[in-house]
């Protein structure tokens, strides 16, 4: 059975002291220390990984105002090369427009040409048909003339039939003119 004692009671009280103790001084010092020293690179790590933070938030900002000066330099650009488009444009529509304006005028010439030379031709082609009209109603007059003559010497004695042949003579030269 259990006996409690107070020599017993001490004993253990000095016991665990001296464990106490001896722990202290050997384990829990160590320990103690080794804790410290951990405390102090976490403490340590936390700092630098502060900075470090602190460091990328300045890169972050760097990288966004400097992609805002890019993005403001691209639109400086884009409206550079719209501006410079817009008036190549404009030189190559006015420069299309003069030679449209040119080539009109060209035409126009050459079609006053081409008209001037028809109507030459048509007039030339007029003066030789009229001509040859002319011709051929005074073939026509002579050859009336000469049929006239030749009947009026067969038959002279007939006054009626000289009256005939008059009025298909005039006749006949009415219809060609």
Request: hydrophobic share 40%.
């Amino acid at each position: 059975m259990l006996k409690i004692d107070f020599w017993n009671i001490l004993i253990n009280v000095i016991n665990i002291v001296i464990l106490f103790a001896a722990l202290r001084f050997f384990l829990f010092k160590k320990v103690n220390n080794i804790l410290d020293e951990r405390k102090k690179i976490a403490e340590n790590e936390t700092e630098e990984a502060k900075n470090i933070k602190d460091e990328a938030l300045l890169l972050k900002s760097e990288y966004e105002q400097k992609k805002i000066d890019i993005e403001n330099e691209k639109e400086g650009i884009i409206s550079d090369a719209v501006s410079k488009a817009e008036g190549e444009y404009k030189r190559i529509l006015d420069e299309a427009h003069t030679d449209a304006v040119k080539t009109k005028e060209q035409i126009m010439s050459e079609a006053e040409k081409s008209r001037d030379k028809i109507i030459k031709q048509a007039m030339d082609e007029k003066a030789e048909i009229l001509s040859q009209a002319e011709k051929d109603i005074a073939d026509m007059v002579v050859d009336a003339a000469v049929k006239v003559s030749a009947n009026s010497l067969e038959k002279r004695s007939n006054e009626q039939f000289n009256s005939d042949i008059y009025d298909e003579f005039i006749k006949k030269a009415g219809d060609t003119n």
